[in-house]
């Protein structure tokens, strides 16, 4: 029985990455033929972006496209596993033979928690580090943002570019209730990155697109150092910018987002998106076992007229109301309406309980 067993729970596995692959590819190939169109409509007005650049943003757009969609290939790969399973009477073979349905799944299961293991921990640092990429030349080219923030042990770093020259903002923490910026240097360079001056303060009042600083020590090479009482510096840098980072949650590997978070809270900025999206991707991992478990619930039942179509129509609504709920709750959590825990788990429990309960009321009947 054991050794049966074992055959038998590689058979399923076997036939569950097949059809994982077929789903793959087609929907690699759409995604591809969409973002291409979609880059194309951008560019039209765009006559510096050749197609070169074009690429290169959806090579390195692409990874982050795959894990969005991956649920759905799960589940759809599922479905399109079990419908050939039951068309062929294998599974009725299966069942007849003493296997259970919960037994009969555990291989599906099993495999679609290895993709999401591959993914979140060998993938994900890769993506991140390619819509990373992909974030600058699309700002770059597309929406002309000239300013990034990178956070660290030693507080911000903010990149500014204006006209013909770079300003390198370090900012030792912020308070935005009083918009104070607290241990301030700017260095300045020109466009062939040579060092033009130094402005350091203790602490400054950002608004209105300047910041106000007190006590500010002005250095410059080959001239002696100079103090001021006050000194206004322009900057396109806000508040917004400081508490959105400048940057996604996307961009930032599993690994690194709750180090990432911490330094944000250190440095006076929420890092709850950061932490919320660390669990969303936990929950997506245990969400593929879920989208197993729904697939069974609408392709084990035995095949009538028509059977195809009514698993697509169904497979279709069910992917949709998933990712509209999952969008929604991701949404709550995000503006702090629900707990994190709550909006990143949320979908994946709602799904577990509507396979289960569907595979046992078609288990009863």
């Not at 097949?18 to 979609?38: C, G, P, T």
């Not at 992909?134 to 943002?145: N, S």
Request: glycine content about 4%.
């Amino acid at each position: 029985m054991r050794l049966f067993s074992s055959i038998l729970f590689r058979y399923l596995a076997r036939n569950f990455f097949k059809w994982f692959f077929v789903v793959s590819f087609a929907v690699m190939a759409i995604i591809i033929l969409v973002d291409i169109s979609e880059l194309l409509r951008k560019s039209a007005s765009k006559p510096d972006v050749s197609f070169k650049i074009l690429f290169q943003i959806l090579v390195f757009k692409f990874p982050s496209l795959i894990q969005r969609v991956l649920p759905f290939t799960i589940f759809f790969s599922s479905i399109l596993t079990l419908w050939r399973l039951n068309r062929s009477q294998e599974l009725t073979i299966i069942r007849t033979s003493g296997v259970s349905i919960w037994q009969s799944l555990s291989p599906l299961v099993a495999a679609s928690l290895i993709v999401g293991g591959i993914d979140l921990f060998l993938v994900n640092p890769i993506s991140s580090k390619m819509m990373a990429r992909y974030t600058q030349l699309d700002d770059y080219y597309f929406h002309g943002k000239k300013e990034s923030l990178t956070v660290s042990e030693t507080g911000l770093w903010i990149r500014e570019i204006q006209k013909n020259q770079h300003f390198i903002f370090h900012i030792k923490n912020i308070n935005s209730e009083k918009n104070l910026l607290n241990e301030i240097m700017i260095n300045i360079y020109d466009q062939k990155n040579h060092f033009i001056e130094s402005i350091s303060s203790s602490s400054g009042i950002l608004h209105d697109g300047v910041l106000s600083m007190q006590n500010v020590w002005k250095i410059s090479p080959e001239k002696l150092p100079q103090k001021y009482e006050s000194y206004n510096f322009p900057t396109k840098i806000s508040f917004e910018t400081l508490n959105n980072t400048g940057a996604t949650p996307t961009i930032v590997s599993f690994w690194d987002l709750p180090t990432t978070a911490r330094l944000l809270e250190a440095s006076g900025i929420s890092g709850l998106k950061y932490m919320l999206y660390w669990h969303s991707l936990l929950s997506r991992w245990g969400w593929l076992g879920a989208m197993v478990v729904l697939a069974a619930s609408c392709s084990l039942r035995p095949l009538r007229q028509q059977g195809t179509v009514y698993l697509i129509i169904i497979g279709a609504i069910v992917a949709f109301l998933l990712y509209f709920l999952r969008d929604i709750t991701y949404t709550l959590g995000l503006s702090g309406k629900l707990p994190i825990v709550l909006s990143a788990w949320l979908p994946f429990v709602i799904s577990m309980i509507i396979g289960v309960t569907l595979l046992l009321y078609s288990e009863e009947g």
